[in-house]
């Protein structure tokens, strides 16, 4: 007999939870969370409490403030809200870690603002697939691992943070302390549309080169000037040459200039870079720095790098395709079909495997057009996923880690 079957009441308990888990997401994606809206983070993070509050204990931890470069060339501290961290049996033998971020990519006065329902089973608004359902998907596997005879058998750590759709500049750290005490890692990012799953990932660095040149009048004395317009413009030309198998590099933004009759002296050059293995991150890290280096002998001319890759390629290594192998003798109990893909898009699963714990991350439910004003959800993948999330973790409990 399978575990389903021996479990009914477990599996028919999260059945029951349909409406109530609907309810949830329709609840929390109308209410704005958009990483830097921290009044509206912390009116989530007092919902999120009440849900777990009898569940495990309960922390809520200070973050330390987000670093930037802003349109003037100056070090910006940007503060963020705080995430929640639940843990439970911490003695047990197996120790899983769980997470998924509270916040969304929506500022609050933008248009995409409210749930709608589109049909009997997609619902539509900010967030609702990633990740409101997701962190619906997480609460209900964890009552339900409460709820069953193999709960005694591990503990677990909880994670939602508020800043993982700004590189989880805040919350880095607490990854690396969670990979330390954990022997695996589930987070609940969506799954693809028709199910499928994100087998690895690229990896992702963001960088601001700040140009500073030497101005003049553009009439009297344009010999005298050195215009930082025109070397960040040769740079980011170099840089976006730098696409490659496996590379790609985005100019994103560049910030200069000023009135017509004035050499400009300053200019901010963004980029990202997307790598799809280590070597590929390497290779890229040390071209940027080549690239900016070039320019060292121009003469009035200077430039600063910062930033960085944030997150590592998350590669499909051993650790990894265990649990894929878990996770798909779970689905084929369920009757769910499981299919794999590589993703460009990163997650905190990326940090997570370079801290040395093997991880899946797209756990959440089924839906698409996330980041976009189109974002939904599946209904029916609610319970759907709570249910596999479920079974994965029983089976975390049997096997070997
Ligand atoms: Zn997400």
């Known amino acids: 007999m399978g575990a389903v079957q021996e479990y009914r009441e477990v599996f028919d308990w999260i059945d029951a939870q349909a409406a109530r888990m609907r309810d949830l997401v329709s609840k929390w994606a109308n209410l704005n969370t958009f990483s830097y809206n921290l009044a509206g983070l912390q009116q989530f993070a007092d919902l999120l409490k009440k849900e777990w509050g009898a569940l495990g204990d309960v922390e809520e931890l200070s973050l330390p403030t987000a670093e930037s470069i802003d349109a003037d060339g100056k070090l910006v501290h940007a503060p963020l809200g705080r995430a929640l961290r639940i843990r439970k049996r911490t003695d047990a033998p197996r120790q899983i870690f769980l997470c998924i971020h509270m916040d969304t ?3 609050p006065e933008g248009n995409f603002r409210e749930v709608t329902l589109v049909d009997q089973n997609t619902m539509r608004g900010p967030g609702v697939c990633d990740a409101k359902g997701g962190l619906a998907v997480m609460l209900i596997a964890v009552e339900a691992l409460e709820r ?3 709960a005694q058998k591990v503990g677990w750590e909880v994670l939602i943070n508020p800043d993982e759709e700004i590189g989880s500049p805040g919350s880095s750290h607490l990854f690396d302390e969670a990979a330390k005490r954990n022997h695996v890692g589930l987070l609940f990012e969506p799954a693809m549309p028709d199910g ?3 087998s690895h990932r690229g990896g992702s660095g963001s960088y ?5 040149g030497r101005s003049a009048h553009a009439g009297r004395d344009p010999h005298m000037g050195r215009n930082a317009v025109v070397a960040g413009a040769e740079l980011t030309v170099a840089l976006s040459k730098l696409t490659a198998d496996g590379i790609t590099v985005n100019v994103s933004k560049i910030h200069g200039g000023g009135p017509a009759n004035v050499v400009p002296d300053l200019a901010i050059c963004r980029f990202n870079v997307r790598a799809k293995t280590p070597q590929d991150q390497q290779k890229i890290q040390s071209q940027i720095q080549d690239a900016v280096a070039s320019f060292r002998d ?6 600063e790098l910062h930033g960085g890759f944030h997150r590592p390629p998350k590669p499909l290594d051993a650790g990894t395709q265990h649990l894929q192998t878990q996770l798909e003798s779970c689905a084929r109990e369920l009757g769910i079909p499981v299919s794999w893909r590589y993703s460009g898009g990163v997650s905190d699963g990326n940090q997570l495997a370079a801290a040395g714990l093997p991880n899946l991350d797209s756990l959440g439910p089924r839906g698409g057009s996330i980041h976009s004003p189109d974002e939904f959800l599946m209904l029916n993948s609610l319970t759907e996923r709570a249910k596999l999330a479920t079974l994965l973790i029983r089976s975390l409990t049997q096997g070997v880690l």
Do not use: Q
Not at 208 to 212: A, C, G, H
Not at 298 to 303: A, K, Q, S, T, V
């Open 196 to 198: 499928s799953l994100v």
């Open 208 to 212: 601001s080169v700040i140009v500073r």
């Open 105 to 107: 990519v929506y500022p």
């Open 148 to 150: 069953s005879p193999w």
């Open 298 to 303: 121009r003469d009035g001319i200077r430039m």
